[in-house]
């Protein structure tokens, strides 16, 4: 179940969470053993080794929650798409040494065999909070009655944001429902590679710059990847090279994009299949459709190219 963007609601049927910034995971919990799994469905237990001590407190569970990464405190999106990587179990353990990570629990979908989707949030909910999790890698999110105060708290404190629920809202996979409300401090962006500049001065081909899509998603163009803008603010030399490596095999001849790219942008492009996708951080759009002043935030692996659409 994913979150609507919007304004952050008022009244005593709504109840606020922090919005962290992580990756969404859904973790199964049976025969004492644990599985995680990202919003595509794809595996990624073995990557997170440290989070499996709740399998020997938790028989059988289905937990959806985000993983965190903490970085001088607060929570670091950028620390974990490396870690999101993974399959090697011996570079997975000396990451979980170096870097652990954790998981803030947030919603509980079944319970020692008891499908819980169809109940409503406040049971799941007081269904979560009596269970004992283990304290050095799992924690549940809190949960405030005065959104206000709380979007305030976290605009202060450097947070993402603030999520709303409605308390009589039953759980409902894979849907973006109005019944729960996200209210970001900043404006984020999941955008499809189609193509990358060559930094300026260089004999080889450096990326200096991405430029990015987003599929169209209504009426008869949906599907269509429309052509955002031009991102180069943000990327690092250990980034570029990753991003070099995932690109090279998608190369294809002509623009992937459904219209022409500005000739500004265009010229001297390297195209590519849209599949790679990244996450860019900006100040709004404009009124042509594309991304203000986009800085780049990390890869996101954890999402599929039909995932990706346009955020309010």
């Known amino acids: 179940m994913l979150a609507t963007a919007g304004t952050q609601p008022i009244g005593e049927q709504w109840s606020h969470e922090v919005k962290w910034d992580g990756f969404r995971v859904i973790a ?8 995680l799994h990202s919003r595509t469905g794809r595996d990624v237990t ?3 080794p440290e989070l499996e001590p709740i399998a020997a407190v938790l028989k059988d569970a289905l937990l959806d929650g985000e993983m965190i990464s903490l970085r001088d405190g607060r929570p670091s999106f950028e620390s974990l798409a490396e870690r999101w990587q993974v399959n090697d179990r011996r570079r997975a353990l000396d990451f979980a040494a170096q870097q652990p990570v954790s998981v803030m629990a947030f919603d509980l979908l079944r319970l020692y065999g008891v499908d819980l989707l169809d109940r409503p949030w406040t049971e799941r909910r007081h269904s979560l909070d009596q269970l004992e999790l283990p304290a050095a890698c799992w924690g549940l999110s809190p949960v405030y009655a005065d959104g206000p105060a709380l ?13 709303a629920k409605r308390h009589g809202s039953t759980y409902q996979p894979g849907r973006r429902s109005p019944d729960w409300i996200k209210t970001p401090h900043r404006s984020f962006q999941a955008c499809l590679v189609g193509g990358w500049r060559q930094q300026t001065g260089t004999s080889a081909e450096r990326i200096g710059g991405l430029l990015v899509g987003v599929p169209d998603r209504t009426g008869s163009a949906s599907g269509e990847l429309r052509y955002v803008g031009r991102v180069g603010s943000g990327l690092t030399a250990a980034t570029e090279r990753e991003l070099r490596r995932l690109l090279g095999p998608l190369r294809r001849a002509d623009s992937p994009f459904a219209e022409p790219v500005p000739a500004l942008d265009a010229d001297g492009a390297h ?7 990244i996450e860019v951080r900006h100040l709004t ?3 042509g459709g594309r991304l203000r002043q986009p800085v780049f935030r990390g890869l996101r692996p954890d999402l599929s190219p039909d995932q990706v659409r346009r955020e309010s």
């Not at 199964?28 to 599985?35: G, M, Q, Y």
């Open 28 to 35: 199964d919990i049976a025969d004492s053993r644990l599985r």
């Open 46 to 48: 073995d990557a997170f």
């Open 151 to 163: 979007l305030a708290a976290t605009r202060e404190q450097g947070l993402e944001g603030v999520v």
């Open 271 to 277: 195209w590519c299949e849209p599949q790679v996708i």
């Open 285 to 287: 759009w404009s009124s």
